[in-house]
């Protein structure tokens, strides 16, 4: 049976993605800060581990890598987009909120996985960062957001790089408006304002790419990968 650790697997494209994951026969160990919807998700699948740990905290991501044992894939997905503002606008502490989520704790997770990668035998296995539409292009006033996924960007190159040595393979899903209920909150949000919400497709179009991308021989990896409602404002956007 292969295996999967999802952060940020309580909510959001990390929950879709660990139930589709589940459905398909992986065992997958639950990364969040959420122990009661991590319960609650393991208790209703036999091949699911809750692993509750915060992505910023080193010791407490070392125990739940530990806890989970041979690990074949990490999708490194936990992060937060922060006060919305203008640079003048964002407070210092809030934007190294975001950095913390999104840069360091991205950076722990993938630290715990390529170790124990490169220390298993049969040594390998895959590393898959979630990038955004904003690792190439920004929305306005989201400064601390798309400064640390085109951070990620860079990471993910150099992961692939230092991870050939070793069988160990890195890419990365950019995805743009998928219906997660934080995304349906907006959507209702902008009908009743009398706006049109901006398009949006199924989050699972999301999971399914990234089951795609674990599911390859490790002799092939899909280096990046933009995933998006098909009349989003990405092309052009500028």
Request: proline share 4%; net charge negative; with cysteine.
């Amino acid at each position: 049976m292969k295996s999967i650790i999802v952060t940020g697997a309580s909510s959001g494209i990390g929950r879709a993605t660990a139930e589709l994951f589940l459905e398909n026969g992986w065992r997958v160990g639950l990364i969040a800060r959420s122990a009661n919807k991590l319960e609650a998700m393991a208790a209703a699948h036999d091949n699911a581990v809750a692993l509750p740990a915060d992505v910023t905290d080193e010791t407490s991501m070392k125990a739940a890598f530990d806890a989970f044992g041979h690990l074949d894939v990490l999708f490194n997905n936990a992060g937060m987009f922060g006060t919305a503002g203008t640079i003048d606008e964002v407070p210092l502490d809030s934007f190294r909120e975001v950095v913390s989520v999104n840069l360091v704790g991205m950076f722990i997770a993938a630290q715990q996985a390529f170790a124990r990668f490169r220390a298993q035998d049969p040594q390998g296995g895959r590393i898959i960062n979630n990038g955004s539409i904003s690792a190439h292009v920004p929305r306005e006033k989201s400064i601390s957001y798309t400064s640390t996924k085109h951070a990620i960007s860079g990471m993910t190159r150099t992961i692939s790089l230092d991870g050939r040595p070793f069988n160990i393979a890195c890419g990365q899903i950019d995805i743009g408006n998928a219906r997660t209920p934080m995304v349906e909150a907006q959507i209702q949000r902008a009908l009743s304002d009398g706006q049109t919400p901006d398009p949006s497709m199924d989050v699972g179009n999301a999971a399914s790419t990234v089951l795609h991308m674990a599911s390859l021989p490790l002799e092939a990896n899909v280096q990046f990968v933009t995933v998006m409602a098909t009349t989003m404002p990405y092309i052009g956007r500028g």
